[in-house]
């Protein structure tokens, strides 16, 4: 974390931009002191590093664990803008829970306390012991299983409701897939990816446009 003083939040945020070389969109901050009286301005922001926003998921997902009475570990890696963090504890199985609820409830948490904290959301994975990259492993089998079958059956189909980041998962999976397109249709935690047949190759075009969309909206939301 660093400390910016200027006359006005603008100069600030110039100053920072300019010692940490980077775009004002970029920056992650908050305004400590805003001054302004008839002979004093004074603006005090403190900017804040993507190590502060591990920092504080990583001490948050800990505290949860600690709460739990579960002595646990944290290592992050950073991917593209990917956060991931992995944890390893005494109860693995506690943490994840039935059906990986356990370790989505906690990565919700978590989102929103690093989103309220930093004023900003960020793409943000949780995995134990490797659960997540193996139920991803299992979605694109799924994922692609059922395309080939509504390509020969001609019949849509419907997946289990599942978080946005297997939702994502299951679109690139089959991603440009011939006279196949997928919709993500429901709300919250009942959301699910319906797998389309399409009969014409501009249809499929659309499905393209439709997925990438959906996708974007994901992280917006994350």
């Known amino acids: 974390m660093k400390e ?59 505290n949860i664990t600690d709460t739990l009475g579960i002595e646990a570990t944290a290592s992050t890696t950073l991917k593209d803008d990917m956060i991931k963090i992995t944890i390893d504890s005494t109860n693995n199985p506690i943490l994840i829970g039935k059906n990986g609820k356990t370790l989505q409830a906690m990565a919700e948490l978590t989102k929103l306390a690093v989103a309220v904290k930093f004023k900003r959301r960020f793409r943000l994975l949780i995995d134990i012991n490797g659960y997540k990259d193996s139920k991803y492993r299992k979605l694109v089998h799924l994922a692609k299983k059922t395309a080939k079958q509504v390509q020969r059956t001609k019949t849509d189909a419907v997946l289990d409701p599942m978080p946005a980041d297997e939702r994502r998962i299951v679109h690139n999976a089959i991603h440009g897939f011939k006279n196949i397109k997928t919709i993500s249709q429901g709300d919250g935690t009942h959301r699910q990816v319906h ?3 399409v009969e014409s190759e501009n249809k499929v075009l659309e499905a393209v446009t439709d997925a990438v969309e959906e996708q974007t909206s994901n992280q917006e939301n994350e």
């Open 195 to 197: 797998i389309v047949f």
């Open 4 to 62: 910016f003083v200027a006359k006005t939040l603008e100069d600030a945020l110039q100053k920072a931009c300019a010692e940490l070389q980077c775009e004002k969109e970029d920056l992650v901050y908050s305004i400590e002191e805003e001054k302004k009286t008839l002979f004093t301005k004074r603006v005090v922001i403190n900017v804040y590093e993507l190590e502060d926003v591990v920092d504080y998921a990583e001490t948050y997902i800990l």
